[in-house]
């Protein structure tokens, strides 16, 4: 298929563009600043711009639209700004996708929607599949609530299917590495501190499996897809110890439902993503985090191998390194 994937440099954008590249898709990354992403054709574009996004489709014709573009962190600009930027953003994207009459268009939505911030939250069920009710705490999550019910409209009015997926806290491969996570820390130090998890529910996602997800739903019949959304997640939770041993401490909000999340079992289901499309994540923080830390020690292993065979620096060099 040929896809267009706004906000291809960001975080998401960037692994889900060349993931998509490499399964066969020819993939046309939009977004304001480019990545220099392989395999990946990139646009630098300003989807706000008057008639950017409908020049852009026009000029491309893709068969599909993933709309990941946005203001992606609650409070990291005034709430009124994140609410215009996000909801116009998606309408414009999708109005210009139903415009040129493509066939399928998928945006991001967030968990959030479903209102954890607010410390009056309560769990109407556990574990949070999509029937759960939708009360938006703050500005990012209205956002996500009003971009699901534009996806909703557009599947009712235009041509082509529609829908919305709901990722969980997305992890790079670089950010299993050790590189500063969204929120400024580094995957080691979200899971030695259950608290620094427990604000999104011990949720998370590869961004790798966010990718298998987008292939999945690209690839599933138009009847399935249409006006639904599907909360994407890894199939464990982001903890050492079990939701069940955690959430009185941290997350209250959960309720005495929270005590059947034991072992390994995650907040939030995948099931229906699974049942409709037959995908399941692959990676889990286990696995990620000791391949990352076994190739840190390969990659240390090999550059102390390599300062002890290699000659003595001249001195000239040892006094410019001074
Ligand atoms: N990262 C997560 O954990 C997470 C979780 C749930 C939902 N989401 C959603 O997934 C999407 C992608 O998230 P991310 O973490 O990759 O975000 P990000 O901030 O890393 O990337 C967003 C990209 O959108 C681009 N963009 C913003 N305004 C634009 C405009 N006017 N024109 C063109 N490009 C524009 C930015 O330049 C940026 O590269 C967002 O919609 C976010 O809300 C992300």
Not at 122 to 139: G, L, S, Y
Not at 180 to 198: C, K, S, V, Y
Not at 216 to 237: E, I, K, M, Q
């Amino acid at each position: 298929m040929r896809v267009v994937v706004t906000g291809s440099s960001g975080r998401l954008g960037r692994t889900l563009c060349a993931g998509l590249a490499a399964s066969g898709h020819s993939v046309v990354g939009a977004d304001q600043a480019s990545a220099g992403l392989t395999g990946v054709e990139e646009r630098e574009v300003d989807l706000l711009g008057e008639h950017a996004a409908e020049s852009l489709l026009d000029e491309v014709r893709p068969d599909a639209v993933v709309h990941l573009a946005g203001i992606a962190v609650p409070f990291s600009a005034p709430e009124g700004e994140i609410l215009v930027t996000n909801t116009t953003l998606a309408h414009t994207v999708l109005a210009a996708a139903a415009r040129a009459g493509v066939g399928r268009v998928l945006a991001a939505s967030s968990p959030t929607v479903i209102g954890y911030g607010s410390p009056a939250w309560r769990a109407q069920a556990v574990p949070i599949d999509e029937t759960h009710p939708r009360e938006p705490a703050n500005a990012y999550a209205l956002s996500k609530l009003v971009i699901e019910e534009t996806v909703r409209m557009f599947s009712r009015t235009a041509a082509g299917a529609y829908g919305f997926f709901r990722p969980c806290y997305v992890v790079s491969p670089e950010e299993w590495a050790g590189a500063p996570t969204q929120q400024g820390h580094t995957m080691l130090e979200r899971l030695e501190d259950p608290a620094l998890a427990a604000v999104s529910l011990f949720n998370y996602l590869d961004a790798r499996d966010a990718t298998s997800f987008v292939d999945a739903w690209l690839a599933a019949p138009a009847g399935v897809v249409d006006g639904t959304g599907f909360f994407v997640g890894a199939a464990d939770a982001l903890a050492r110890q079990p939701v069940a041993e955690l959430w009185r401490d941290l997350v209250p909000g959960l309720g005495a439902a929270a005590d059947t999340l034991t072992g390994t079992r995650p907040v939030f289901s995948i099931d229906k993503a699974a049942e409709l499309l037959g995908w399941r994540p692959e990676r889990d923080w286990r696995t990620e985090l000791s391949a990352a830390s076994g190739a840190a020690s390969a990659a240390a292993a090999a550059s102390a191998a390599a300062a002890a065979s290699a000659p003595p620096l001249a001195p000239q060099t040892e006094s410019r390194a001074s």
